[in-house]
């Protein structure tokens, strides 16, 4: 390229808009993105539209083969695309796309675009973006569209298409704040006041959750200033649901603590709160001694299992002995208790691990890795 003017070995390709953007059909466009991005080279909606104008509608079909398959070579833009339609080797196209050939190419058909006001190759004038506006009924007074959403005579497709701003002062401020518009809003729901719920539908959200600590956090969700706990202990007194709520959360939470063998992590777990809160949560219900019972009663299950299986199984369960606060006694057990029955085992000492494995009853296995963990590898 000299001066600004590109060369006529350049001049020779078929880089002249045959169409308008908006001529190109979408599944072609859509299929020619998706392939780009495959190819390691992905474009934008309206660059993929601006290269596609250099083929005219007989080419779509050749695109949409080319697209629908597996990529010749990496890298491939929207205008390597059209090349390789054109016939270029797909080595020389990707080797092009490497090199900012088509750079070249994408100017020469903007320049083209910002020259061109009549649709190239038609005859006719470029068709308007914008659908024409229902006719009134006779009589009415014609209304104008007001300047500010007008495009210009001489714009661009894009320019056509983008999205325009009427006309408007500012907002006063007393005014309510504008809603996000558009088909896929979201707008976050109403939520009610705790004092305006009747009683039946406190019930409904009550049963729906399974307890407090949950409806309050679905009640507060979204809230500036979050419910407290005291307010919704009122508002189920008013409405007669505090007794049996209580009952219900004292029976609720004994059963998960003996479901979970007195772990308070995996019980916090299992009803959605922190270990934190599960403690507050059975003091508050008056559980602290009935809870401190079952716990007593695993920790002296796992200090004195019937069987060595069992107690090698709790060996590999560090953290759940951690929760009942009997690790260190459990490991200094364990280790007196094998350390003197692999002692009082006879036999040579690679076959002792065997035999010892055999008089316990378990698997080899699984006394090998616990003797490695104690440290009492023969």
């Known amino acids: 390229m000299v001066h600004g003017h590109p060369s006529p070995f350049f001049m020779n390709l078929p880089w002249t808009r045959k169409r308008n953007a908006d001529q190109v059909p979408t599944p072609v466009a859509v299929a020619v993105a998706d392939f780009c991005r495959r190819a390691d080279a ?21 695109v949409r083969a080319l697209a629908d398959g597996e990529p010749p070579a990496r ?29 070249l190419a994408r100017e020469l ?41 007008r495009p210009s005579p001489g714009a661009t497709v894009a320019e056509r298409i983008a999205p325009r701003r009427r006309a408007g002062g500012p907002r006063p401020p007393d005014a309510e704040p504008a809603l996000p518009r558009g088909r896929f809003t979201q707008l976050p729901a109403a939520r009610p006041a705790l004092e305006g719920l009747l009683p039946d539908q406190l019930a ?22 979050p419910i407290s706990s005291a307010a919704l202990d009122a508002a189920l007194e008013r409405a007669g649901l505090l007794d049996g709520t209580v ?3 004292r029976s609720l939470l004994v059963s998960a603590l003996e479901e979970n063998r007195g772990a308070l992590g995996r019980t916090a777990w299992s009803l959605g709160v922190r270990p934190a809160e599960l403690t507050a949560w059975a003091e508050g219900l008056g559980l602290g001694v009935e809870w401190e019972r079952i716990r007593d009663r695993f920790r002296r299950a796992a200090l004195a ?74």
């Open 42 to 62: 992905p474009a934008p909606p309206a660059e993929v539209r601006d290269a596609l104008c250099a083929l005219g509608p007989e080419d779509d079909f050749r």
């Open 75 to 103: 890298p491939l833009g929207p205008y390597a695309v059209v090349d390789l339609v054109a016939g270029t080797p797909p080595a020389l196209a990707a080797q092009r796309e490497q090199t900012g050939y088509y750079l």
């Open 109 to 149: 058909l903007s320049r083209e675009r910002a020259t061109a006001a009549p649709a190239v190759g038609s005859g006719q004038a470029e068709p308007s973006v914008h659908p024409p506006r229902p006719r009134g009924r006779p009589g009415d007074s014609p209304r104008a569209e007001p300047p500010s959403i």
């Open 204 to 225: 409904a959200l009550l049963a729906q959750h399974g307890h407090r600590p949950a409806l309050l956090r679905a009640l507060s969700l979204g809230r500036t200033t």
């Open 247 to 249: 009952g219900h959360e």
């Open 305 to 378: 299992p019937e069987r060595w299986s069992e107690r090698l199984d709790l060996l590999g369960k560090r953290k759940y002995l951690e929760d009942l606060g009997v690790a260190a006694t459990f490991e200094q057990a364990l280790t007196r208790d094998l350390g003197h029955a692999l002692s009082t085992t006879g036999g040579p000492p690679g076959e002792r691990t065997g035999a010892l494995a055999s008089r316990l009853g378990v698997t080899p296995e699984s006394l090998r890795r616990s003797l490695r963990r104690l440290g009492l590898s023969p």
